[in-house]
């Protein structure tokens, strides 16, 4: 599976990303509230691939802290699906 992709939506009212790996979307990053003070990202995935659907999600500090988090939750779907990832097959 390739590199999560984080792709901004232009018309959308609010910062959006939705997350990609291939043509898959993994999932989404929101702007909650873009206040200096109170910054806060919501995150989110769910894969309904397979008998029983995979969803996880919460809310973090930063855009970074919030694509840490999607990519950990990725990172733990793949390995719950029983895939990883070509480049660690072949290295």
Known sequence: ???????????????TYFATSGALIVGRIDC????AASEQWGWGMSLDIGAQPFRRG???????????????AWEQWKV???????????G
Do not use: N
């Open 1 to 15: 599976m390739a590199a999560l992709v984080y792709t901004r939506l232009q018309d959308h009212p609010r910062e």
């Open 32 to 35: 909650i509230s873009a206040e």
């Open 80 to 90: 719950w699906a029983g895939l990883r990832d070509i480049d660690a097959i072949e």
């Open 58 to 72: 919460g809310v973090a500090a930063s855009r970074a802290d919030a694509a840490a988090c999607l990519s950990d």
